[in-house]
C-alpha cells in the first residue's frame, strides 16, 4: 500500500503520521521539539520514532515521501527560515537533515500552507482549481491556490492575508506593523476587540464574570451561543474586519470558496452568519452570491499532520498530471 | 512566419495587429467601434480589415491564432459581458462571432489581463513565474501571474486590485462602493485628490492658472517635473496611496516584479520614487528590498494590440511545456 509520512514541526510537540491517499492516519507518534536543542538529534529522534512506526505496522509499505510542516517553512530551499517558536536559531536545512534518515523525497511548507494543501487532498477543497484557507488561531495564516497550483510566490513566502493591513494606525501587530487582519481575527485579536468592548460598554454580560487573564476565545462563542449580547457583538465586530479583508483578497484571486480553520473556526455558525453577511455587503457586485464561504473538513486535531502528508500527495497528482 | 492576430475592442475605436513572435507589428489597421450597433456586424467589418491587411502583406504566413483583449472579456466563455463602454448590450459570445470568418484558435480576456500577457510574452516580465501588473489610467486594472501563470479565477474575474477597498468610508466609486484603490490612483483619482489639495491648501502652485476642467493629469506631472510644491505633493499622496495596496497586495502573491501601466505611469520616476519609498515602509519584514517596482516597457500606444496578441504566443508556449 502506498503511504505518505506527514511531520508537523511545532514549538512544543512535533507530531507525524503513516497517512494513505485516503487519508487514513495508519500510525502516529510524536517527539518533544524542546527536548531537543540542535537539530540534528531532533531529526535524528524523529526519523527514529518514524521507522519504530513504521516497523510494528509490519504491512508492505510503499513509503512515497515526507512533507513537512513548519513555521517559516520555505518551500524552495526546504529550510525553515528563523522560526521565532522553535528552539533553533536561523536558518535550518530540514531537507538535508532528514535525508541523513530517508531516501525519499521530501517537501517542506508552512502551518498555513500545509493546512491549505490538507484541505485540497482530503477536504472540502477536492477538485477545486480556484480557492483559499484561512487559518483563524492564535495568528492568522492563508493559503491561496489559483489555477490548480498553491500560490508560494517568487521566495515562498506569499499567503500571509494576517499581515496585510486592514485598518489605518489600527492595532499594534507582532510584526512591528499597525492595524494588520490578524490583530482582529485571531484568537488572540479576539481577545483584545473583548477587552475593549467590555471597557467601553456598561451592558450585563457574562463575560464579566471572567477576568481577563482567563478569557479564552471558548469563553466568547459560548457566552455567544447562550445568547450575551456582548459576546455576540465581538463576533459580530471580529467577523465584520474578517470579511472586509476576505472579500478585498476576492477581487485578487477570485476563489470559488473559502475555508475558515482553526480556534476561531470552533464558534462555527456564530462566526460564520456575520461574516457571510459582511463579505456580501462588502464584496464588488461581480463576486457577490459567488463565494462559498465555509468551515474547514479537517479537525484541527490531525490537519497540520495530514496537510503535511498531502503535500506528497499533491506531488504525486502533479506528476500524473504532466 | 509564424504570427498571430491581437485585436484591442475599444468603446470607441478597434485596432488590430499581425504580430510576430518578437513582437513586430508587420500590419495594423483598425474599426470605428462605434459605427457598429450590432456585433455580428462589428466582427464582420473587423474580419474582412484583418483579411485585407493579410493579403497585403502577402508572404507565407503562418497564422496561429487571434488574441482578443475587451473591457469585461470573460476568457473561460470567450465572451464580453455587460461592458458599460461598448455599444452592445449583454453578452457577447466574441469567438462564436470571429469564429465565422477565422477558422483559428481564438482567445479573450479584459484588457488589464492582455497589458499582463504582454508584458509577459514581450516586455520586462519575460522569464519571471511571479509578477504583477498594475494599469493606472482612467480606471486601475491589474493582473496577476503566479507558477507562470494568469490568474483568472474560478470566473475570470480575478486581478479586479483597483475594487480592492484601500481606505474606509472613503471616495465614492464608480462601482457603488467607496474608498476603492481606484478613487486615488487612476488619473481620475489624481484630479480629484488635485481639486482637494488645491481647496484645502492656500500655497502657490502653477496648477491654479488651469481650471479644474481643465486640468489633466500631464499637467499635474508637468508641473511636477518643474517642481511645482503642490504638484508634488499631490503625487506624492497618489504614492502613498497605491503603495500601501501594492503592499497588501504583496503579502498576498509574493511577487518577484510589479510594472505600472498607463497614463499614471507617464509620470515616471516622479510617481516612482516616492511609490518605492512608501512601499518599502509598508511592507512586511519578509518581503522588504525584496519586490522590484518598475514602469513597464510597453508604450500606451501598442500594449493593447501586443498583449491581445501574446495571448496566442502564451498558449503556444503553455503548450510546448506540456
Known amino acids: 500500500m502506498e503511504v505518505s509520512i506527514g511531520i508537523d514541526i511545532g514549538g512544543t510537540n512535533s507530531p507525524y503520521g503513516i497517512v494513505t491517499e485516503k487519508g487514513e492516519v495508519l500510525a502516529k507518534g510524536s517527539v518533544k521539539t524542546r527536548d531537543y536543542n540542535n537539530p ?17 505496522l509490519g504491512e508492505e509499505l510503499q ?22 517558536n522553535l528552539p533553533w536559531k536561523g536558518v535550518v536545512n530540514l531537507i538535508a537533515l532528514f535525508q541523513q534518515h530517508f531516501t525519499l523525497p521530501i517537501y517542506v511548507t508552512n502551518d498555513a500552507n500545509a493546512a491549505t494543501i490538507g484541505e485540497y487532498v482530503f477536504g472540502k477543497a477536492k477538485g477545486l482549481k480556484d480557492f483559499m484557507v484561512v487559518t483563524l488561531g492564535t495568528g492568522v495564516g492563508s493559503g491561496f491556490v489559483s489555477n490548480g497550483e498553491l500560490i508560494y510566490g517568487h521566495d515562498s513566502f506569499a499567503g500571509e492575508l494576517g499581515h496585510t493591513i486592514i485598518v489605518h494606525d489600527g492595532r499594534d501587530c507582532a510584526c512591528g506593523r499597525k492595524g494588520c487582519l490578524e490583530t482582529y481575527a485571531s ?39 447562550q445568547g450575551d449580547k456582548l459576546a455576540l457583538d465581538i463576533l459580530d465586530y471580529t467577523a465584520k474586519r474578517l470579511a472586509f479583508s ?9 476563489p470559488e470558496a473559502i475555508f475558515l480553520f482553526g480556534g476561531m473556526a ?24 459567488k463565494v462559498r464561504i465555509e468551515i474547514s473538513a479537517l479537525t484541527e486535531q490531525n490537519a497540520a499532520v495530514l496537510g503535511a502528508s498531502a503535500l506528497v500527495w499533491n506531488e504525486k497528482k502533479a506528476q500524473h498530471a504532466q
Chains 1, 2 share one sequence.
Open 187 to 225: 484568537v488572540t485579536g479576539l481577545l483584545r476587540t473583548a477587552q475593549i468592548m467590555l471597557a467601553k460598554s456598561s451592558q450585563h454580560s457574562i463575560l464579566r464574570n471572567t477576568s481577563m487573564d482567563q478569557l479564552s476565545g471558548k469563553d466568547i462563542g459560548d457566552a455567544a451561543a
Open 266 to 289: 470552533r464558534a462555527g455558525d456564530l462566526l460564520l452568519g456575520p461574516t457571510k453577511k459582511y463579505f456580501e455587503e462588502y464584496l464588488l457586485h461581480l463576486y457577490k452570491n
Open 40 to 56: 540534528e538529534e531532533f531529526a535524528r529522534a524523529l526519523s527514529q520514532s518514524i521507522k519504530e512506526s513504521l516497523s510494528e
Open 63 to 84: 513509503i512515497l515521501g515526507i512533507g513537512i510542516g513548519a513555521p517559516n517553512g520555505n518551500h524552495y530551499q526546504g529550510t525553515i527560515e528563523f522560526a521565532p
Open 246 to 254: 476576505l472579500s478585498n483578497a476576492v477581487a485578487i484571486t477570485s
